[in-house]
């Protein structure tokens, strides 16, 4: 079946720290990945994707994932943080050929601190 | 870029009421979702629909029905409202052949 795990569902990081968000996902096919993000009250908004190639992707905002097959994992990753990246970050799995839908994990909220 | 749009950003209804919510894409995508987001859960499939008049249930239909009759537009509606479908509401678009799914700013809707 069909998952994404978030593991963490809140995460507080200071200002200017580094930041890692956990990402697993469990599908039975080749996986397109992405991350989203969702600012408060807003819509989400695509943060990366992979498709194929290169695990190292590089998205908007200074983020980037990384995509690790032999542990099914697809880590959100940014050297420093800013006050505006504070957010929810959603993680998802779908289809690389065919299938419609996307799946997505329950969410990871980020607090940062002056 | 892509734009999604829906009807309302805040919403507010009383149980029984037929209540309808409105998504408009303007880039000739072909699939369409709704979604609801509710905390802890992240986000769940209601309907999705690939093509005019054509639709697919998601994981939790029950209580919502959907209706495409233009390509740009897909409308969720809750027949009769109840207090658990208070909830954030968020439609997506997705071109042909790709995918990557295009999200509205939602609607929060709240039934009272």
């Known amino acids: 079946a069909q998952s994404v795990t978030q593991p963490d569902i809140h995460i507080t990081v200071s200002e200017g720290a580094s930041l890692e968000l956990r990402c697993n996902y469990s599908y039975g096919a080749t996986p397109y990945l992405f991350w989203y993000v969702q600012s408060p009250g807003q819509g989400l908004q695509l943060l990366l994707k992979y498709f194929s190639g290169d695990t190292l992707v590089q998205g908007i905002k200074g983020f980037e994932a990384e995509f690790k097959r032999s542990q099914s994992s697809f880590n959100l990753r940014k050297p420093s943080v800013h006050w505006s990246d504070a957010a929810e970050y959603f993680c998802a799995v779908g289809a690389s050929t065919g299938a419609n839908n996307l799946f997505f994990g329950t969410g990871t909220r980020l607090t940062v601190i002056p | 870029d892509v734009k999604v749009t829906q009807s309302s950003r805040y919403l507010v209804k009383r149980t029984g009421e037929k209540v309808f919510l409105e998504c408009v894409q303007d880039?000739?995508?072909?699939?369409m979702f709704w979604y609801r987001q509710d905390p802890g859960l992240g986000l769940r499939l209601i309907y999705f629909?690939?093509?005019?008049?054509?639709?697919e249930k998601g994981d939790i239909p029950e209580g919502y029905s959907v209706s495409r009759e233009k390509k740009e537009r897909f409308s969720l509606i809750l027949e009769s409202a109840s207090t658990n479908q208070t909830s954030m509401y968020l439609c997506a678009s997705r071109p042909g052949g790709r995918n990557e799914q295009f999200f509205g700013p939602g609607t929060r809707l709240t039934v009272l």
């Open positions: 629909s690939y093509d005019v008049k054509m639709k």
């Open positions: 880039m000739d995508h072909e699939n």
